[in-house]
């Protein structure tokens, strides 16, 4: 049963349509304080995985725990304390932005000064009274994510929420995640596409690929993967290759460099070490960097995408 350290956690949740496992047998662990980015190419299964975490569907298989409670048995009294944006929420046209949170404020019975206090946070108070009908695809999006905020929920599930910003928009709504955990103690999941998106705002990183999970850890754990191979610059490639030879380490000479695969911190100072004493004059350490988003391709590859 659940675990009380995580915040949210699912246990092989699986969600079949027409005999397929859109969702397979998936288990994600999220701590409270965390920004945890939910990473996938289109059709993985982020929003199918994300309305199963908001009961908006139920698993064929498994569950969900929230608070270290059961989300079937206990539904109301956990949703209460989770804010959520997924895909083009719903609005009253015709109503003003301040209106539509209003109607939601009611049932969630916050005071009204929340209402303009959401709408500062997502930028938004010059629209406020303007009909929603009237508003872009960017400026709904903050709405959206203003009505999450709106009842100061513990836990915030956002699906796409740059989606239909512009760059700057981006950056900002960036921004505002980025505080949430420290400023108001919330814990976020939000769902991207975009590793470059992830990357700089999450904490801990998920990745889905054809309804599994095929990487769960800190960023920091994904960016060390970055690193590919070392490269070292010295006098006498020769004498150096044999001398990492005879530590088991193999290396190919490049030009003047030897490259090799990439080592620990106290291999590396242990490689220079060898070298120096066996008398070559080392010129430069140096490592090749692989992009993130080049990793995220490498882990998802040959997964289909819409
Ligand atoms: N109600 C449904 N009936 C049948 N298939 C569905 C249903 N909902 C989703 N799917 C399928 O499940 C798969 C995952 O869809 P999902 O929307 O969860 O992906 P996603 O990761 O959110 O993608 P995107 O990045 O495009 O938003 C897709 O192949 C989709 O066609
Ligand atoms: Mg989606």
Redesign the pocket.
Known sequence: MGNQSYLLETNGITKT??GIN?VNGLSLQLEEGEIYGFL?P????????IRMLLGLIKPTEGNVIVFGKELTKERIAILNQVGSLVESPSYYPHLTGKDNLETLRKILQVPKSRIMEVLEMVRLTKMADRKVKEYSLGMKQRLGLAASLLGRPKLLILD?PTNGLDPAGMIEIRELIRQLPEKYGMTVLLSS?LLSEIDQVATKVGIIAKGEIIFQDQISVLREKAIRKLYIQMDDWETGQKVLSSHGIETVRQDTWLTMANQPDGKIAEIVKELVYSGLNIYRVTEEMVSLEDIFLNLTRGEET?
């Open positions: 349509y027409k859109v996938g289109n059709g993985a299964g982020k929003t199918t995985t796409e596409h819409l």
